[in-house]
């Protein structure tokens, strides 16, 4: 039985995926912005069933019948998810054949089939598969000698069905793609494309010379992504992960993409082969992954895209440079707040971490990398410290999900360097953002310490919205060396003076400062900005705030299992999904009287309120408490709860409607956040 007080988590971050798919039809975004919306949602999807979707039927294939907290089964879960994913599959075709293609025409790009492509630009592709695709490629033909090929992850494949005209005899065939080949092939003009299978099924003659090509149509399957690792049970868990990766692209298929012209014959032979039902077959009428609209988003015209809002360096930082002042001089005069991308990553973050490794008043540096880039600043300003005698440790998260590998690049790249790297508590990821430079000052030995919401990643530091704070105050200092002790150490957790750590005492503490709030019944305000909320026992606090008469206001960007608005059960709850240019990710809380009067409390940190991030992680918020840092988050959400905005507001019915203007996406929180950090730091 349905549970009508919880959402379902995965329907929830359907629906999230959903609205990322709506604003591909925002009037308001540059064309190729909206573009790029549709390839995101293609791409969010694709992790969704490598994740999710695969994971719910592994649990049905274990006879697991236990409901989730919302009362639903894995396998009316996995009913509700094919209605759902059918649906949005048909509007994201929609959005793409009626509205953008034309929009991109009509602007000179387009995608165009091999039959209308002129005689130029035939001539053109054939040369490009004559020299580059043809030598690659290795047809594979199904018969009593060859069985059925296997066919890796996201593998986007043609299948053709084979006639010998002279026996009559016919033979399915599968032609993989290879991932070198761009999945959209540019001509010489670069803004018009034809996907590389309509140039390649134009030359299958060539593949399966002397015979009849009946039929063809390109496919993709996906399979289970998941890494399976115990840490528990891994005696190195390096070499587990490892052995992972190699195994990942053989797991159990979980959903087929085809093309409407393929047959019934070999949809059924596919399914077969695959072991898969019908609900996990997606038909496609527009071309199937649309992530290739990459390709399309990444044509030069300005024009058609986000005007840039380039970054700017913090005020204090920025005086700093002026004068050739240290980082850590700054710090130590006031701790610094920065918030991303609208302030510099590269001139604070990045900076503090180079200037640790060249000074050589610096003696230790810790830290935890969760997600990091291919070419992180960062690890290698890690490595050039250790390699000239600093005492450096990194937590690296070998089981973040998708970054697995290069994580495991960089772990081994960090020990031959002489970083000493280790993997975290056994049975729990590290999430928490925290590096810890000790140096010797010259008023003694002084701890400097990043706290941050966002990854250590200077690529998605530029496309994420994530804040940052710099401190060497005395008591966090001691907190954050605690912490790595326990990280690195063999020690059970110890009670933090400033720091609220997961799983040690998130989950306690939140629910104390919950409940502090309801004693003040509708003086009481509960301001939490999230990536997710799906943690029933928070949930149950904040219905109980809300029915005590405290004002709950929640910026949730995705998943959300609370009802928000419900007479009787969550009458003054808000709930708000902002989405953009950016990507939400900061984590703000604010509770009116956490103090324990009437003043406010605010920390920032890593943690999403989902049952993972308070018991099966390591996260950790921190305490923002100068009034000027204050009152920036408090102007941060203010931004973003304003009703003229563009944004997402929850319903009672549990679906999402779209506020502020209707033709344009202007004003939006993150433009006027945007200007408002630009103004201050002119001034």
């Not at 995926?17 to 064309?31: D, H, W, Y």
């Not at 003659?205 to 890494?227: C, K, P, Q, S």
């Amino acid at each position: 039985m349905v549970d009508e007080r919880l959402l379902n988590r995965e329907l929830s971050w359907l629906e999230f995926n959903r609205r990322v798919l709506l604003l591909a039809q925002e009037p308001g975004i540059p064309l190729l912005e909206r573009v790029k919306f549709i390839a995101i949602f293609s791409a969010n999807l694709d992790e969704f069933f490598q994740v999710r979707v695969a994971a719910l039927h592994d649990q049905v294939a274990a006879g697991i019948t236990t409901p989730t907290p919302d009362g639903r089964t894995p396998i009316e879960q996995l009913a509700a998810i094919a209605d759902e994913v059918r649906e949005q599959i048909a509007i994201q075709e929609d959005i793409v054949g009626n509205e953008l293609r034309p929009m991109l025409s009509a602007a000179g790009i387009e995608i165009l089939s091999w039959a209308e492509l002129t005689a130029t630009d035939q001539d053109f592709a054939l040369e490009i598969f004559r020299l580059r695709i043809f030598p690659v490629l290795t047809p594979l033909a199904v018969d009593p000698a060859h069985p059925f090929p296997y066919i890796s992850n996201l593998a986007f494949s043609i299948a053709a069905m084979v006639r010998d005209p002279e026996t009559g005899e016919r033979r399915f065939a599968r032609l993989k793609i290879p991932s070198v080949f761009p999945r959209l092939l540019a001509l010489a003009d670069g803004n018009r494309f034809v996907p590389v299978e309509q140039v390649i099924a134009a030359q299958l003659h060539t593949l399966f010379i002397g015979m009849d090509i009946e039929e063809w149509a390109a496919f993709r399957i996906t399979r289970n992504a998941d890494l399976t690792v115990e840490d528990e049970e891994a005696d190195d868990l390096l070499a587990a992960v490892e052995l992972e990766l190699r195994r990942r692209r053989f797991g159990r298929a979980v959903r087929l993409e085809v093309e409407t012209t393929m047959s019934e014959e070999m949809l059924e032979l596919l399914r077969r082969e695959l072991e898969l039902e019908s609900d996990a077959v997606t038909v496609h009428r527009q071309l199937i992954d649309l992530t290739c609209l990459f390709a399309v988003h990444a044509v030069d015209r300005p024009s058609l895209k986000d005007v840039p809002w380039p970054p700017v360096t913090a005020g204090r930082i920025a005086r700093a440079e002026e004068t050739d002042r240290s980082l850590f001089s700054v710090i130590r005069e006031r701790a610094l707040l920065v918030h991303h991308p609208y302030e510099s990553f590269a001139s604070s973050v990045e900076a503090f971490i180079a200037e640790a490794a060249a000074d050589p008043r610096v003696q230790s540096i810790k830290m935890t990398l969760y997600r990091t880039s291919g070419d992180s600043p960062i690890a290698r300003s890690l490595i050039r410290a250790a390699e000239r005698g600093v005492q450096v440790a990194v937590l690296v998260e070998l089981k973040a999900r998708f970054d697995e590998a290069t994580n495991v690049t960089w772990a081994r790249t960090l020990e031959r360097a002489g970083v000493h790297v280790v993997y975290g508590v056994v049975g729990l990821k590290t999430h928490a953002k925290c590096v810890l430079v000790v140096r010797s000052d010259a008023d003694g030995l002084r701890r400097y310490v990043h706290l941050g919401t966002g990854n250590y990643n200077s690529k998605t530091a530029r496309i994420y919205e994530d804040l940052g704070f710099l401190t060497c105050d005395p008591a966090i200092g001691e907190d954050a060396t605690q912490l790595f002790n326990h990280l690195t150490g063999y020690s059970r957790g110890q009670d933090y003076n400033a720091l609220i750590v997961a799983p040690h005492s998130l989950r306690s503490r939140l629910l104390e400062l919950i409940a502090a709030e309801i004693a003040h019944g509708s003086d009481g305000h509960i301001t939490i900005k999230t990536n997710s909320i799906g943690d029933p026992d928070v949930i149950e606090a904040l219905y109980a705030a809300s029915q005590a008469g405290v004002r709950v206001d929640l910026l949730v960007r995705g998943i959300c299992c609370l009802r928000a608005g419900v007479a009787g059960l969550s009458d003054n709850i808000r709930v708000r999904s902002v989405l953009g240019r950016y990507l939400e990710h900061s984590r703000i809380y604010r509770f009116a009287h956490g103090a324990g009067d009437a003043t406010p409390v605010h920390f920032i940190g890593s943690a999403d309120l989902m049952p993972r991030n308070l018991d099966r992680r390591v996260e950790v918020l921190v305490p923002v408490v100068h009034p000027k840092h204050q009152a920036w988050l408090d102007q941060v959400i203010d931004f973003y709860l304003a009703p003229d905005v563009v944004a997402f507001d929850m319903q009672a019915d549990n679906s999402f409607v779209r506020s502020g203007p209707s033709d344009s996406f202007v004003p939006h929180s993150q433009e006027r956040m945007y200007h408002w950090v630009s103004a201050k730091q002119r001034r």
